[in-house]
């Protein structure tokens, strides 16, 4: 039932991309994305609801699949702030309000 | 706007003891909702309280339970402790059901609790 997180860490340069993806077996309703820095509470990213539209924050902007159970987060340019765990909460279809969180991904941006 | 708090942020206690962990929701939000991290498998959802009833429920044995007061604050509670209960405990609170629309959900800081 917890969504699949994939890649599980991704190293980059300063200016790289990155796509952290979460996939649920069963339908989904809503993608809740997080980070979370070592030793700092998870912070609120975005919401993604199912027939929404792709949302955006800074550079950071994520997509809902809806043919696929499928959300994906997309670092652009990346900063040195952006390293931290990613974590995607899935809300379920089916009237389950309860938010399923998936394993995480640590991301790391070097100089 | 103050934030969620926990309290205590640090605690150590020994095996068969009993801990409760404390929650203050950020001012105007009625739902807590508390999960179990540990290295390797993310946030696991404990419980979920609003307006002092509780809404949803993880799997956890019964050892684990919760309530939350009029003023929406919240305390966990593990009895008899085991060492696999060593984890870093958060609540996170929302203004209504976490999960619900665009709901959204604000963490604390987490109480690390290591169980020897």
């Known amino acids: 039932q917890q969504p699949v997180q994939s890649p599980q860490a991704v190293i980059l340069r300063e200016g790289e991309d990155a796509v952290i993806n979460c996939s649920s077996s069963k339908a989904l309703y809503s993608v809740h994305w997080y980070r979370q820095k070592h030793g700092e509470a998870p912070v609120f990213l975005m919401i993604?609801?199912?027939?929404?539209e792709q949302k955006g924050h800074e550079k950071i902007s994520a997509s809902f699949n809806e043919k696929k159970q499928q959300s994906s987060l997309y670092l652009t340019a990346s900063q040195l702030s952006y390293s931290g765990t990613y974590f995607c909460?899935?809300?379920?279809?089916?009237?389950?309000?309860?938010?399923?969180f998936g394993a995480g991904t640590r991301l790391a941006v070097h100089p | 706007k103050a934030g969620v708090t926990q309290t205590p942020r640090y605690l150590i206690k020994t095996r068969g003891q009993q801990v409760t962990l404390s929650c203050s929701p950020i001012s105007g939000h009625r739902s807590v909702s508390w999960y179990q991290q540990t290295p390797g498998q993310g946030l696991q959802f404990l419980f979920e309280?609003?307006?002092?009833?509780?809404?949803n429920k993880g799997n956890f044995p019964g050892r684990f339970s919760g309530r939350q007061f009029s003023n929406s604050r919240s305390e966990m509670n593990v009895s008899t402790l085991e060492l696999g209960d060593s984890a870093l405990y958060l609540c996170?609170?929302?203004?209504?059901?976490?999960?619900?629309?665009?709901?959204?959900?604000?963490f604390g800081p987490g109480t690390r609790l290591l169980v020897l």
């Open positions: 993604l609801l199912k027939g929404g």
């Open positions: 996170a609170s929302s203004l209504g059901l976490a999960g619900v629309g665009e709901e959204t959900q604000y």
């Open positions: 309280y609003f307006s002092e009833t509780q809404r």
């Open positions: 909460g899935a809300q379920f279809s089916g009237g389950y309000n309860k938010l399923i």
